[in-house]
């Protein structure tokens, strides 16, 4: 099973900032088949970004992804706040796994 | 417009089945492509998959519940059924399925439905 591991667990910033978010895993995630998804408080999960970095249907061009092997990122380039939420990163192989999470928060 | 509806038992007691349905529409589960996946959410934890089928009946399922779990499809109604046997406390939490297209994410979610196991 591929553990995935996010880091910050929080993220606090003022609107306007930058947020960037780290998802590391145990090893490499094949095909780039890694997602982001947004879930705000009381609401299902929302697909952001998939295969590592193509923003899903409607998403706003502020967020955006990169990386691979093991190493990915969600950048948030201007916060706003709307994007208050928690952010789970997800390998969608034969086995799925998900993230623990990254709570990010306005100042 | 796509759009997934879980239903079932808000309550269920220790050691019973629960049996969850999630109805489909705007796709067919007939569609090459289309499969549909069961993630559970713990009140304030993280997000969990526990299966997945695919059109041609294909099955998946999570390692850590695989003893406890059944997924199935029925077609003709739209409808994808998980049963999880041997419910315990920890097993209360939120049920969302979720359709995940063949080599793709899960890029259309339901609402969740949330399941608490008391006596």
């Known amino acids: 099973e591929i553990v995935l591991t996010q880091s910050p667990g929080t993220l606090s910033l003022s609107p306007g900032e930058r947020a960037t978010l780290s998802c590391r895993a145990s090893q490499s995630v094949s095909s780039s088949y890694l997602a982001w998804y947004q879930q705000k408080p009381g609401q299902a999960p929302r697909l952001l970004i998939y295969?590592?970095?193509s923003r899903a249907t409607g998403i706003p061009d502020r967020f955006s992804g990169s990386g691979s092997g093991t190493d990915f990122t969600l950048t948030i380039s201007r916060l706003e706040p709307e994007d208050v939420a928690v952010y789970y990163c997800?390998?969608?192989?034969?086995?799925?796994?998900f993230g623990q999470g990254t709570k990010v928060e306005i100042k | 417009q796509v759009t997934l509806k879980e239903s079932g038992p808000v309550l269920v007691k220790p050691t019973e089945t629960l049996t969850l349905t999630c109805t489909v529409s705007?796709?067919?589960?007939?569609?090459?492509?289309?499969?549909v996946s069961w993630i559970r959410q713990p009140p304030g934890k993280a997000l969990e998959w526990l299966a997945h089928i695919f059109s041609n009946d294909e099955k998946s399922y999570s390692t850590s519940l695989k003893s406890r779990l059944t997924i199935s499809k029925d077609t003709s109604k739209s409808q994808v059924v998980l049963t999880m046997t041997n419910m315990d406390p920890v097993d209360t939490a939120t049920y969302y399925c979720?359709?995940?297209?063949?080599?793709?994410?899960?890029?259309?979610w339901g609402q969740g439905s949330m399941v608490t196991v008391s006596s």
């Open positions: 295969g590592a970095s």
């Open positions: 705007g796709f067919s589960l007939s569609n090459a492509r289309m499969g």
């Open positions: 997800q390998q969608y192989g034969s086995s799925p796994t």
């Open positions: 979720a359709r995940k297209p063949r080599a793709d994410a899960f890029d259309i």
